[in-house]
């Protein structure tokens, strides 16, 4: 193609259409406009529906644990139905009553609000340093109002009466008004019964008009329905935990009508922001007319001011928490677009509508910007945030954020989870858009934020360590401050180190370095390929110091130099690729007294040991052990993995009463065929040990397992196991899962692993015939229990 007709193709010659982006933006401008028209025009049956989906979403609860009672759907929903409208009719006429008693007693508080009002302007009356100009004001008003009276020429003014209207068409008028609402609340009610009665049908057309991944569609409406409905109880909650205190209170100081405004109080708190302003005015003006003075009105502005404090700092933050995932900025953004579109109905509309729209935005990919835009989450996660303050030339900030997330966990945790990946981010934007300017200023802000850290948190005492460490930068400026936040997390750790800069790589900067008397040298790598370099690196300092031990340290490792002691090829004696992972290793390398003495002291705990008296031949007979392999056969489908164990402590052994296939006949078992194994050498040991759950994505990076019997026997890469707990939170087992092939949970499917685990506890302890506190009945083991298990 010729040069001129690619230029005219790239910016389009006058008369042809625009290019693609700016006609896919025009279309999606029309399209939002299209939807807001027709959410303005078709309000009129869009506020019943919605408001009807918001009754169902929660009702919903009820009408479902009266389905679990095997009651007929119809049944159900009508009883809840019907319940909840008793409530309402049995609330109106209470609040009717109040209502009629109130409009009684009215003209006797006549006199009294005239004379307040008598005095209060008795008072503004009297004169004041404004009283001049408001006469001046007034003076030059009337001489603008004096007109020129009407000369008799002009034509008079007529006045048409129009003719009286019959007593019909006058009734018609006053119901008319009335008879609107009521028509919208039957709509109401009958939309709720057919979204209760039919939820089913309603939900698969849902999921039929949201398409494509049917997992994902079936997230998005349980997100929404959950989300909805735990806001809308919560605000109930919310409300009443307001309009309750407010009747109360307005009760005690003398108030009449406080069951009324009570109840007005609690219902006008679904109106946002100004629903409490409204129903504010109805006993403050009552307080106002029914006290002779001036007590009354001050006890109930103080009373409403105490409540709102309460209500918005205390008893919101800990029922709302994060339920419906809004911004606070989305939050009045949506309130004044909702009303703006439906009126007042909107204000109430706007949160649940909007959570809906959020949910939406969250699972479906044409719309993920509406989560972006209203979502509570951070737009950006923290490495990126940090990253953007320091390109920005903002290290105070970025400094402030890396302390909010070390306040929330440990400094090695923030530079394991989060310092790398800034400095990974930085390594990739290096040769994209990275100018020179930008790559200074975030070597010269890391270089700040860790000066801030190492003065925040100073090391640790390390009397037990004598080895001495060096981190060495092994390539670029990345390098240098990669080692310097190891040694720093390392120092934190109680393992004394030292970092130094990227030495050339000359016979002369080398013997510069000082490494005599250094037992292991860290040297790190963010280069994806550094075979060529390390290799150098490596070959240089095994010359000056031969017995030098040498990590690499690798952010960017290739796989070549993980697998098959590949890192050997390059003369590196370990390879480590995170800070938790060197943490460890070097943990193991330089204090091996006190790691042994650690695994001999959790190996010795006494409640470890002994379990919580649970008898094993009630869980390894009958029933229970069909459930528990059921259970465990569930877990490795679930989570995809090829082993799942359930191991249960009694009396220093470990007893495996749940597996989801046929364990190696090596292990020892008791005369019923139970594999049993001295519980510090067991599958759940090291979920035992800590008393907590853990998950080890790759156990070659992580010698926490490295001597597990797992490891040993199937070569596993990938351990996670949960302690099973009984109800007063003793420990007496764990579940684990393992797998050949490294993987990684993310936060949803460890909640499912806990959900799990409390299953199985609740399947082991609720059988009467367990949990004696007897040993009595536990089977005799051979004489090979005691005997270590084969390597």
Same mark, same amino acid.
């Given at each position: 193609?010729?040069?001129?007709?690619?230029?005219?193709?790239?910016?389009?010659?006058?008369?042809?259409?625009?290019?693609?982006?700016?006609?896919?933006?025009?279309?999606?401008?029309?399209?939002?406009?299209?939807?807001?028209?027709?959410?303005?025009?078709?309000?009129?049956?869009?506020?019943?529906?919605?408001?009807?989906?918001?009754?169902?979403?929660?009702?919903?609860?009820?009408?479902?644990?009266?389905?679990?009672?095997?009651?007929?759907?119809?049944?159900?929903?009508?009883?809840?139905?019907?319940?909840?409208?008793?409530?309402?009719?049995?609330?109106?006429?209470?609040?009717?009553?109040?209502?009629?008693?109130?409009?009684?007693?009215?003209?006797?508080?006549?006199?009294?609000?005239?004379?307040?009002?008598?005095?209060?302007?008795?008072?503004?009356?009297?004169?004041?340093?404004?009283?001049?100009?408001?006469?001046?004001?007034?003076?030059?008003?009337?001489?603008?109002?004096?007109?020129?009276?009407?000369?008799?020429?002009?034509? %008079?003014?007529?006045?048409?009466?129009?003719?009286?209207? &019959?007593?019909?068409?006058?009734?018609?008028?006053?119901?008319?008004?009335?008879?609107?609402?009521?028509?919208?609340?039957?709509?109401?009610?009958?939309?709720?019964?057919?979204?209760?009665?039919?939820?089913?049908?309603?939900?698969?057309?849902?999921?039929?008009?949201?398409?494509?991944?049917?997992?994902?569609?079936?997230?998005?409406?349980?997100?929404?329905?959950?989300?909805?409905?735990?806001?809308?109880?919560?605000?109930?909650?919310?409300?009443?935990?307001?309009?309750?205190?407010?009747?109360?209170?307005?009760?005690?100081?003398?108030?009449?009508?406080?069951?009324?405004?009570?109840?007005?109080?609690?219902?006008?708190?679904?109106?946002?922001?100004?629903?409490?302003?409204?129903?504010?005015?109805?006993?403050?003006?009552?307080?106002?007319?029914?006290?002779?003075?001036?007590?009354?009105?001050?006890?109930?502005?103080?009373?409403?001011?105490?409540?709102?404090?309460?209500?918005?700092?205390?008893?919101?933050?800990?029922?709302?928490?994060?339920?419906?995932?809004?911004?606070?900025?989305?939050?009045?953004?949506?309130?004044?677009?909702?009303?703006?579109?439906?009126?007042?109905?909107?204000?109430?509309?706007?949160?649940?509508?909007?959570?809906?729209?959020?949910?939406?935005?969250?699972?479906?990919?044409?719309?993920?910007?509406?989560?972006?835009?209203?979502?509570?989450?951070?737009?950006?996660?923290?490495?990126?945030?940090?990253? %953007?303050?320091?390109?920005?030339?903002?290290?105070?900030?970025?400094?402030?954020?890396?302390?909010?997330?070390?306040?929330?966990?440990?400094?090695?945790?923030?530079?394991?989870?989060?310092?790398?990946?800034?400095?990974?981010?930085? &390594?990739?934007?290096?040769?994209?858009?990275?100018?020179?300017?930008?790559?200074?200023?975030?070597?010269?802000?890391?270089?700040?934020?860790?000066?801030?850290?190492?003065?925040?948190?100073?090391? %640790?005492?390390?009397?037990?360590?004598?080895?001495?460490?060096?981190?060495?930068?092994?390539?670029?400026?990345?390098?240098?401050?990669?080692?310097?936040?190891?040694?720093?997390?390392?120092?934190?750790?109680?393992?004394?180190?030292?970092?130094?800069?990227?030495?050339?790589?000359?016979?002369?900067?080398?013997?510069?370095?000082?490494?005599?008397?250094?037992?292991?040298?860290?040297?790190?790598?963010?280069?994806?390929?550094?075979?060529?370099?390390?290799?150098?690196?490596?070959?240089?300092?095994?010359?000056?110091?031969?017995?030098?031990?040498?990590?690499?340290?690798?952010?960017?490792?290739?796989?070549?130099?993980?697998?098959?002691?590949?890192?050997?090829?390059?003369?590196?004696?370990?390879?480590?690729?995170?800070?938790?992972?060197?943490?460890?290793?070097?943990?193991?390398?330089?204090?091996?007294?006190?790691?042994?003495?650690?695994?001999?002291?959790?190996?010795?705990?006494?409640?470890?040991?002994?379990?919580?008296?649970?008898?094993?031949?009630?869980?390894?007979?009958?029933?229970?052990?069909?459930?528990?392999?059921?259970?465990?056969?569930?877990?490795?489908?679930?989570?995809?993995?090829?082993?799942?164990?359930?191991?249960?402590?009694?009396?220093?052994?470990?007893?495996?009463?749940?597996?989801?296939?046929?364990?190696?006949?090596?292990?020892?078992?008791?005369?019923?065929?139970?594999?049993?194994?001295?519980?510090?050498?067991?599958?759940?040991?090291?979920?035992?040990?800590?008393?907590?759950?853990?998950?080890?994505?790759?156990?070659?990076?992580?010698?926490?397992?490295?001597?597990?019997?797992?490891?040993?026997?199937?070569?596993?890469?990938?351990?996670?196991?949960?302690?099973?707990?009984?109800?007063?939170?003793?420990?007496?087992?764990?579940?684990?899962?393992?797998?050949?092939?490294?993987?990684?949970?993310?936060?949803?499917?460890?909640?499912?692993?806990? &959900?799990?685990?409390?299953?199985?506890?609740?399947?082991?302890?609720?059988?009467?015939?367990?949990?004696?506190?007897?040993?009595?009945?536990?089977?005799?083991?051979?004489?090979?229990?005691?005997?270590?298990?084969?390597?």
């Amino acid at each position: 193609m010729p040069q001129n007709s690619l230029h005219e193709g790239e910016n389009g010659p006058p008369g042809e259409s625009p290019p693609p982006d700016s006609v896919r933006f025009a279309a999606n401008l029309l399209s939002a406009a299209l939807i807001i028209a027709g959410l303005y025009y078709g309000r009129d049956v869009l506020i019943p529906l919605a408001f009807a989906f918001l009754i169902s979403f929660a009702l919903s609860p009820l009408v479902s644990w009266l389905d679990r009672l095997r009651l007929p759907r119809g049944v159900s929903v009508i009883g809840v139905m019907a319940v909840i409208t008793l409530l309402l009719a049995g609330l109106g006429l209470l609040l009717g009553t109040q209502l009629r008693s109130l409009g009684e007693q009215l003209p006797t508080y006549q006199s009294t609000m005239q004379t307040k009002v008598a005095d209060l302007r008795s008072r503004l009356n009297a004169p004041g340093a404004f009283d001049r100009a408001v006469d001046t004001i007034s003076s030059v008003r009337k001489q603008v109002e004096d007109v020129k009276p009407p000369s008799p020429d002009e034509p %008079q003014r007529v006045a048409v009466v129009p003719a009286p209207e &019959s007593a019909l068409k006058t009734a018609g008028a006053w119901v008319a008004p009335a008879l609107q609402p009521l028509a919208t609340m039957g709509i109401v009610l009958v939309f709720v019964f057919i979204a209760l009665y039919d939820r089913g049908d309603l939900r698969d057309r849902a999921l039929r008009m949201l398409g494509g991944d049917l997992h994902r569609s079936t997230d998005a409406l349980e997100e929404a329905a959950t989300r909805i409905g735990k806001y809308l109880r919560m605000q109930l909650l919310v409300n009443a935990s307001y309009g309750i205190p407010m009747a109360l209170g307005l009760w005690l100081i003398g108030v009449p009508g406080a069951v009324l405004w009570g109840t007005v109080a609690a219902v006008m708190r679904f109106v946002p922001y100004v629903g409490p302003l409204i129903s504010a005015v109805f006993p403050l003006g009552l307080a106002f007319a029914v006290d002779p003075g001036w007590n009354m009105l001050l006890w109930t502005i103080a009373l409403i001011v105490v409540l709102e404090l309460i209500s918005n700092n205390v008893i919101e933050p800990m029922l709302y928490g994060t339920s419906t995932g809004l911004s606070a900025m989305s939050l009045i953004a949506a309130a004044t677009f909702w009303t703006v579109l439906w009126g007042p109905v909107g204000l109430i509309l706007s949160t649940p509508v909007t959570v809906c729209i959020l949910v939406i935005g969250r699972y479906l990919p044409q719309l993920r910007f509406f989560e972006t835009l209203l979502g509570s989450a951070p737009a950006l996660d923290t490495p990126t945030r940090i990253y %953007q303050r320091l390109i920005a030339d903002d290290a105070d900030e970025a400094v402030e954020i890396a302390n909010a997330e070390i306040a929330e966990s440990s400094v090695t945790d923030f530079y394991h989870h989060t310092c790398i990946e800034v400095l990974r981010l930085a &390594s990739r934007e290096y040769a994209r858009g990275a100018t020179a300017e930008h790559r200074w200023r975030v070597a010269s802000g890391m270089e700040k934020l860790l000066d801030d850290l190492r003065e925040e948190y100073p090391p %640790q005492s390390a009397s037990d360590c004598a080895t001495a460490i060096v981190c060495i930068g092994g390539k670029w400026e990345l390098d240098n401050l990669a080692c310097d936040m190891l040694a720093h997390a390392l120092e934190v750790s109680s393992i004394p180190a030292k970092s130094r800069r990227v030495p050339p790589m000359t016979s002369k900067a080398i013997e510069a370095l000082g490494l005599d008397g250094v037992d292991i040298v860290c040297v790190s790598y963010f280069t994806a390929k550094p075979q060529a370099p390390a290799r150098l690196f490596c070959r240089r300092l095994r010359h000056r110091w031969p017995r030098l031990r040498i990590m690499l340290v690798l952010w960017n490792p290739p796989a070549e130099l993980l697998e098959n002691e590949g890192h050997k090829t390059v003369g590196a004696d370990e390879v480590v690729t995170s800070v938790n992972e060197a943490i460890l290793r070097l943990k193991a390398i330089a204090t091996p007294a006190a790691v042994d003495m650690k695994r001999e002291t959790d190996a010795r705990r006494p409640d470890l040991a002994r379990g919580v008296g649970m008898d094993v031949s009630g869980i390894v007979d009958g029933e229970t052990r069909e459930t528990l392999e059921g259970l465990a056969r569930r877990a490795a489908d679930v989570f995809d993995v090829g082993y799942a164990v359930i191991v249960v402590i009694s009396e220093g052994l470990e007893f495996v009463v749940g597996q989801n296939r046929q364990l190696p006949d090596s292990l020892p078992r008791t005369a019923k065929n139970t594999i049993v194994i001295p519980h510090n050498e067991g599958f759940g040991t090291p979920v035992l040990a800590q008393d907590a759950a853990l998950l080890v994505p790759d156990t070659e990076r992580d010698p926490r397992v490295a001597d597990h019997l797992a490891v040993r026997l199937w070569g596993i890469r990938f351990f996670a196991g949960v302690p099973l707990r009984t109800k007063d939170n003793q420990t007496f087992g764990a579940l684990c899962l393992f797998d050949k092939e490294p993987h990684v949970l993310d936060a949803r499917a460890t909640e499912l692993l806990d &959900s799990l685990a409390l299953e199985v506890a609740a399947t082991i302890t609720s059988d009467p015939a367990k949990g004696t506190g007897t040993f009595a009945k536990v089977d005799t083991v051979s004489a090979t229990v005691a005997q270590r298990v084969p390597e």
